[in-house]
């Protein structure tokens, strides 16, 4: 089993074990795409927290409560499974490999800045997106905050949005795991994203651009039910 990786070795074939973000980031890194260097925790390295903690049965157990109509109940179900996360003990092999690759990015003695980012199996498919359901955290340094942000994004596939987007569309919980994409952080003075306006189809303007000076923040914040799979990805500054 591979836990911790490089983004380079990874590819569309990979989505299995580094979720659909990591295969698609080493993707475009094999086209030569100017990729921030990273690495990948993988899904085995999520499966042998949750297996070790023998929290699983736990997890689908606090699943079951949640009801797609009642918004209430998933953040409640979703809170559950967090808490799960929290207290899981990670392996001092796994930490050691975790610890090894964020040193690489660095400098000697300056711990590196990096986004953490989720990497669901689910996630980025012809057929479902889950955009904006689990979390991505900017600016993390440290050990300690790396290791807060990780969990966090583990127990982010299990956040209440992506609980009712995986129930209407008929994903069965038990078979969904989550990759977690470490990339080091590069100041820039322009940021913005690029949205397909509809996957699966061709257009003549198939994408929607948005940008701005400076670090990244949402140009507009979205409120309201919070089991749309609209709704945005909460990004979070996280410090030593």
Known sequence: MTHVAPLDRFGP??????????????????????????????????????SANGIQGAILAAHETARVEDPASLEA???????????????????????????????????????????????????????????????VVGMAALGEAIRRCWASLWSGPAIAYRRRE??????????VVVQGARPRRLRGGAIHRRPGQRAARPYRHRCHLGPWRSPRRRTGDPRSPRRRRRHRNVGA
Do not use: H
Request: no cysteine; hydrophobic share 55%.
């Open 170 to 179: 008929g994903i069965d919980p038990a078979e969904v795991a989550l990759a």
């Open 77 to 139: 179900a979703a809170a559950t499974i967090a808490g799960l996360f929290e207290s899981a003990v990670i392996s001092p092999a796994l930490a050691a490999d975790i610890e090894s690759a964020y040193a690489a990015l660095g400098l000697p003695g300056a711990p590196a800045a990096v986004a953490v980012r989720s990497s669901a199996t689910a996630e980025d498919l012809e057929d479902a997106s889950f955009a904006g359901q689990q979390e991505t955290f900017l600016n």
């Open 13 to 50: 074939a990979d989505v299995a074990i580094a979720g659909g973000k990591g295969a698609g980031l080493g993707d475009l890194i094999a086209a030569g795409m100017p990729v921030p260097p990273g690495f990948v925790i993988t899904t085995d390295a999520y499966r042998e927290v949750v």
